[in-house]
């Protein structure tokens, strides 16, 4: 079973920054897939940004240029760097890792901007 565990969520002022971890746990063969999504209030989940096991990334139209995803194969953690934050950042934020072709979510992380 495989487990993650976020933190890092919080609330920021425009134009600051934030930092999301990711950390999965339990038994884990290969991580295909890493990724971060959010959800913001009466909006559909969206792709925030991704990295795959080659290390390919691929990033959300409105994020492109602020956002960083990273990851540790070691630790098997993702990271997500926030810069420039926007008042349309805030959303619920959650990670998601595909093991062996099996989808995890964790439970999310609130991330608000706000003066």
């Known amino acids: 079973q495989v487990q993650l565990v976020e933190s890092g969520g919080g609330l920021v002022q425009p134009g600051g920054s934030l930092r999301l971890s990711c950390a999965a746990t339990?038994?884990?063969?290969?991580?295909?897939?890493m990724g971060w999504h959010r959800q913001a209030p009466g909006k559909q989940r969206e792709l925030v940004a991704a990295?795959?096991?080659?290390?390919?990334?691929n990033y959300g139209d409105s994020v492109k240029g602020r956002f960083t995803i990273s990851r540790d194969n070691a630790k098997n953690t993702v990271y997500l760097q926030m810069n420039s934050l926007k008042r349309e950042d805030t959303a619920v934020y959650y990670c998601?890792?595909?093991?062996?072709?099996?989808?995890?979510w964790g439970q999310g992380t609130q991330v608000t901007v706000s003066s």
């Open positions: 990295v795959t096991s080659r290390g390919n990334t």
């Open positions: 998601l890792v595909v093991v062996d072709m099996v989808h995890y």
């Open positions: 339990g038994i884990i063969s290969s991580i295909n897939y």
